[in-house]
């Protein structure tokens, strides 16, 4: 009963930190599910591919290499940085014993072959040994990528649950 009433209000059962960690977690594995029309550029196909890393490395909870793919210069307008996301990434696997994913990329802007923006949905579910066993979470999240050297590593992104606010 409290649990209804509190979603009614619009309130989060989850504290921040964990609804934080569930984005950031989704914000690093991500795959495209569809192309955007005619043949991808090859920046486009690498970050696709950069995207499909990124969801096997979180089915398999493999924190190090989604860590592997932010910039060590990664911030966010919410004060996190990569040191800090692999603190909450190492927390996140712990606690849960499986992670589920399903993207769908609604934009890749490519800018100059060096940099990137995408912007994506992400619906997300996993199971855990708490009380109902499971949380399931959908986001959109704005992504800037850059490139170093053959790679695309994140340098920035905001995201939010879909239908609320960016942040």
Known sequence: MILKNRQNQGLS???????????????????????????????????????????????????????????????????????????ILRWYFLRMNTVQLVTSIEDITVIGNTAAEVVLKVAMAGTHEGALGFSADAYRFELELERDGDDWQLISARWGELGKEMK
Do not use: F, H
């Not at 504290?15 to 977690?25: E, G, Y």
């Not at 955007?36 to 909870?61: D, F, L, M, Q, Y």
């Open 13 to 87: 059962t989850r504290p921040a930190s964990l609804r934080a960690l569930v984005a950031l977690v989704a914000l690093v594995a991500m795959l495209a599910l569809s192309a955007c029309g005619g043949p991808p550029s090859a920046p486009e196909e690498a970050i696709r591919e950069w995207v499909s890393t990124g969801v096997e490395a979180a089915k398999s909870k493999e924190r190090r290499r989604l860590v592997g793919m932010i910039s060590p210069a990664y911030v966010d307008a919410r004060g996190n940085q990569r040191d800090g996301i692999e603190n």
